[in-house]
């Protein structure tokens, strides 16, 4: 199924939490390469809300959503080392399996870069599962 609609990117807020805490219920039940399955994290709305309160505005971490008709459909974040590694950054991103191939996933993996760069992060790192290295396209 090719999939043609617009998406929007937009920076998580508390607001977001609930269908964040959704969306990461199906996307841990859609494959094995994520810390956690079809349960999702084991967070209460109200904790995720905290959680995204303290990322609003921070250079030090960030995650965007990606949305076609208000359907989550990806994440992408950013979250800075603490202490003597704090010029690295841990770089997560992840996508609903029904809109692979739509581009919303070479967009957020550039956005998250360039933010990196502005915040003066000097490596990113990313783990990647093994048969997933051909599907990805790092800037």
């Not at 109200?46 to 995650?63: F, K």
């Not at 800075?80 to 967009?107: D, E, Q, T, Y």
């Amino acid at each position: 199924m090719e999939k043609k609609n617009a998406f929007t990117i937009t920076r998580a807020r508390p607001e977001d939490a609930a269908a964040l805490l959704d969306y990461l219920k199906i996307v841990g039940g859609e494959t094995d390469n994520l810390s956690f399955g079809a349960e999702g994290v084991p967070l209460a709305p109200e904790e995720e809300q905290a959680y995204l309160r303290t990322q609003v505005d921070s250079p030090d971490h960030v995650q965007y959503l990606a949305r076609v008709d208000g359907e989550l459909i990806r994440t992408a974040s950013l979250n800075r080392k603490p202490g003597r590694m704090r010029h690295r950054g841990v770089f997560g991103i992840n996508l609903k399996r029904a809109w692979w191939g739509c581009g919303a996933a070479s967009a957020l993996t550039e956005a998250v870069p360039c933010l990196s760069r502005e915040n003066g992060f000097a490596h990113l790192e990313i783990e990647v599962a093994q048969g997933q290295c051909p599907r990805y396209r790092l800037v």
